[in-house]
């Protein structure tokens, strides 16, 4: 297939871009692309609604890049995610497919818990794109070390998160400084009543974009499994052994039991990494760059890891702890079978936590099944092997 001939080229995506996903095997545009990037492209402002793991961030991404002005030395893209994991892994998209397409876009990471000095240095090399937390690019934008009036276009990634309660203060801070009138665009995997009215607010003509997929991804298999809430971390390596998954995310509710799990699974040699809140931006990204390169096998890791992020090889998710709020369950299941690929999310669950199952049921529209262990291996309840 030639680069004239891609699908993506129809849309409209140059050739420079085309290039530079198909070398990261990127040759057919998933629906959110396919709807997205045309209008995006002219410049319009958008809303981005598809499930996890559908290609949101490159649905925006490629038509921006494509709408820069590279003899421009000014910042044209603000790009904003409500957690330094989620702009950490949209910034390394930008450089990527920079880097790929062979394109003079300079992009820039702007996160709290590192080095402000540094940053603002690297703000006079005027990047074309921005990617940051909220509270760190509204504080450069209020010293003046970032100048926003060069920019045309401003993301919300992961907007149901970032449209709400004291964030939303400091949005509105951002685009204020801005000149009037930027392309809006706003991506997420739900929606909420509250984002929306705020995403009307702001952007009233802005497009909806439902590529006609589902809520919940039908590539995922949803199990559970009942035991002792003293024995789950026993449960959880017996199910390591038996499934043996290529890579696993274990979510807990709280600190504590994912560092006890963390440090349970090294105890008994299993290769494993944890994400944890506290950790600095550089122990966050190695956690993260050990999990993609296969160093760790199973990332454990509180909900700051259930949003947005995007690990393509994780087959199997487990709750440690089973999330009170559907929502939350979606997210933590959304980890796996992305683009395309089969997923596992399994959730262990106490007698007292079964309540839990008829609420996913219900509010998500899926079908939980009961598992247990026999002989080493994880089986159905009255049923034959479930790996």
Request: glycine content about 6%; overall charge neutral; some cysteine.
């Amino acid at each position: 297939m030639t680069e004239s001939s891609s699908p993506f080229a129809q849309l409209g995506v140059p050739p420079a871009l085309v290039a530079a996903i198909a070398r990261q095997n990127a040759t057919e545009p998933t629906p959110i692309q396919t709807a997205a990037i045309p209008p995006l492209l002219e410049g319009k402002h958008a809303v981005l609604n598809a499930e996890t793991g559908t290609g949101k961030t490159l649905a925006y991404l490629l038509p921006l890049f494509a709408r820069l002005d590279l003899t421009a030395a000014a910042t044209q893209v603000i790009i904003l995610a409500p957690t330094h994991e989620l702009a950490l892994q949209i910034h390394r998209q930008c450089t990527d497919l920079a880097q790929f397409s062979k394109m003079a876009v300079k992009s820039l990471l702007l996160i709290g818990g590192t080095s402000v000095e540094r940053q603002v240095d690297k703000l006079k090399n005027n990047p074309h794109v921005v990617v940051g937390s909220p509270g760190r690019v509204r504080d450069l934008i209020s010293t003046r070390k970032l100048k926003p009036a060069g920019v045309r276009a401003v993301v919300f990634d992961e907007a149901d998160r970032l449209l709400v309660g004291e964030t939303l203060v400091v949005i509105r801070a951002i685009l204020a400084a801005c000149p009037k009138g930027p392309q809006l665009v706003f991506a997420s995997a739900t929606e909420q009543a509250e984002a929306s009215a705020i995403i009307a607010e702001l952007s009233p003509g802005a497009e909806v974009l439902r590529p006609g997929t589902a809520a919940v991804n039908e590539n995922i298999a949803h199990v559970y499994l009942v035991c002792e809430q003293r024995d789950k971390l026993k449960f959880l390596r017996q199910m390591l052994n038996a499934l043996e998954p290529p890579r696993a995310l274990v979510f807990a509710n709280d600190n504590q039991l994912a560092e006890r799990a963390t440090a349970d699974l090294d105890y008994h040699q299993v290769p494993v990494t944890e994400l944890h809140p506290d950790f600095g931006k550089l122990d966050r990204k190695q956690a993260m760059d050990d999990f993609r390169a296969g160093r760790a096998l199973v990332m454990v890791a509180s909900d700051m890891a259930a949003r947005g992020l995007d690990f393509p090889a994780v087959t199997h998710v487990f709750n440690l702890d089973a999330p009170m709020q559907p929502r939350a369950y979606l997210h933590r299941a959304g980890r796996t079978g992305r683009a395309g690929n089969k997923g596992t999310a399994i959730t262990l669950l106490t007698e007292d936590e079964l309540r839990l199952v008829k609420r996913y049921e219900k509010d998500l529209g899926i079908e939980l099944h009961r598992v247990r262990m026999r002989e080493g291996r994880l089986v159905p309840v009255g049923g034959p092997s479930a790996d």
